[in-house]
């Protein structure tokens, strides 16, 4: 099925079709449909090869994920997701790519002019591919912030104002010693910057608030968790409140709360930094500060199409984060 059967279906020029198809010029309403309903009868699909060569687009973009240690899968697709369905709103498709390739992955994909633009992952603060980006033709978007992010487009959740925001609700209902138990070992040793962010605005905000307050990385299977969970209650016996930035972790530390006698959240309140849907299903349903996976995708997407069309975007964008009082915080005060 070709652009001419469908004109020809319609009654209107092959450039009228075109038209209707790339929405480079105003259509009237009549023809729009008339032209539409024959590319439905006829199931004409347009040739991106042609389309790709006409328009210099592969109508494609990369998005960079991060399958590796550390990294929660169930979270890593609702980004992916997100990015998917905001793509093919603006009539572009995805291509996976794996961040263990580093520099070489992202290299290879620009020089095949398979993609026009690429959305980047599981950022790190001295990340090695950033040097690449900053001199790439095709243009990128982070999501996640290096240490230094000049030339580039990056999109995250304030995380450091995350976990400001956690202690500032734990601080609030009278607790004076507060833990952090965090990502696994892994992340912090490859400095992922979410990671680093939370830990640091948790830190900073219990010094702020004249809090005791130790963070921890913490590991991820039941057994790693339960043994973190009764070393920190056994050293800190003051201890009467978490906040958990680890979605794998998150139910296995209610579990080891509850083997180890404590009572959420009577004994010790619990924050968690992590997808509405883990913090809902929880027993008790947990306060949490949510991980926009949703907004941060299309919000990716939007500046790489603003930047492919050559459009001025920030060089930073920040969500703020929103915090949902739940089960797990009810007590009034201490």
Known sequence: MTITEVARHAGVAVSTVSYVLSGKRAISADTRRRVLDSVRTLGYHPNAGARALASRRANVIALVLPLRVGMHVPVLMQFATSVVTAARQYDHDVLLLTADEGPDGIRRAAASALVDGLVLMDVELHDT?????????????????????????????????????????????????????????????????????????????????????????????????????????????????????????????????????????????????????????????????????????????????????????????LLRPRLTVRDSTAASGR
């Open 129 to 317: 591919r950033v040097p690449l980006l900053r001199d790439l033709a095709e243009p990128s978007v982070l999501i996640g912030f290096p240490a230094d992010t000049a030339g580039l487009t990056c999109v995250d959740l304030d995380f450091a104002r995350a976990g400001a925001l956690c202690v500032e609700h734990l601080a609030q209902h009278g607790h004076r010693e507060v833990a952090l138990l965090g990502a696994p070992a892994v992340v912090y040793e490859r400095g992922t910057g979410f990671a680093s962010r939370t830990w640091e605005g948790f830190t900073e905000a219990a010094a702020a608030h004249g809090l005791t307050g130790v963070a921890l990385p913490c590991e991820e299977t039941f057994e790693q968790v339960a043994a973190a969970v009764g070393e920190l209650l056994d050293a800190r016996p003051g201890l009467t409140a978490l906040v958990v930035h680890n979605e794998a972790a998150v139910n296995h530390v209610l579990g080891a709360l509850r083997q180890h006698g404590r009572r959420v959240p009577q004994d010790i309140e619990v924050v968690a930094i992590c997808p509405d849907d883990i913090a809902e299903r929880s027993s008790p349903a947990l306060t949490s500060v949510l991980i926009p996976a949703e907004e941060v995708g299309r919000q990716a997407v939007r500046l790489l199409m603003d930047k492919l069309e050559g459009r001025t975007v920030p060089e930073g964008t």
